[in-house]
């Protein structure tokens, strides 16, 4: 078993490239705060600053980020789900096309499709159309 570093290490780069991109949100957003506050001779608060940052970053959430979330949770949601939209259309002609050689060739069928299993291992159906989970 690997690591927990090496199994997840998309997700740790994503999640940096997350804490890196919000800090600079912060910091960035300090500065610009600052130049504002004293532009219109305000005094500057940690607590007016954290109010305004928090209200901008939930903006952008809300804006990019449960968009994207949307976009990419909901598509393996009904990817998983099996919806109608996301049926692959291959598994019915596979399916057609192995009853076709159990047909035609009885004798050498099972072969010849367990060996086209074996090549495609895991992007196969069964002559159910139901299509088989890769065995690891």
């Given at each position: 078993?690997?690591?927990?570093?090496?199994?997840?290490?998309?997700?740790?780069?994503?999640?940096?490239?997350?804490?890196?991109?919000?800090?600079?949100?912060?910091?960035?957003?300090?500065?610009?705060?600052?130049?504002?506050?004293?532009?219109?001779?305000?005094?500057?608060?940690?607590?007016?600053?954290?109010?305004?940052?928090?209200?901008?970053?939930f903006?952008?959430?809300?804006?990019?980020?449960?968009?994207?979330?949307?976009?990419?949770?909901?598509?393996?949601?009904?990817?998983?789900?099996?919806?109608?939209?996301?049926?692959?259309?291959?598994?019915?002609m596979?399916?057609k096309?192995?009853?076709?050689?159990?047909?035609?060739?009885?004798?050498?069928?099972?072969?010849?499709?367990g060996r086209?299993?074996?090549?495609?291992?895991?992007?196969?159906?069964?002559?159910?159309?139901?299509?088989r989970?890769?065995?690891?």
């Amino acid at each position: 078993m690997l690591p927990i570093r090496k199994r997840y290490g998309y997700a740790w780069v994503t999640l940096g490239f997350f804490l890196l991109s919000l800090v600079g949100h912060w910091l960035f957003g300090w500065f610009a705060y600052v130049d504002e506050q004293e532009a219109f001779a305000r005094p500057i608060s940690i607590g007016g600053y954290a109010i305004e940052m928090a209200r901008d970053t939930f903006e952008n959430w809300q804006s990019e980020f449960l968009q994207l979330l949307w976009q990419v949770g909901g598509l393996a949601v009904l990817l998983y789900a099996g919806s109608p939209q996301s049926k692959e259309g291959g598994d019915r002609m596979e399916a057609k096309i192995d009853a076709l050689l159990r047909a035609v060739t009885p004798a050498q069928a099972e072969r010849i499709i367990g060996r086209l299993d074996t090549i495609y291992a895991g992007r196969d159906a069964d002559a159910t159309g139901i299509v088989r989970a890769e065995v690891r």
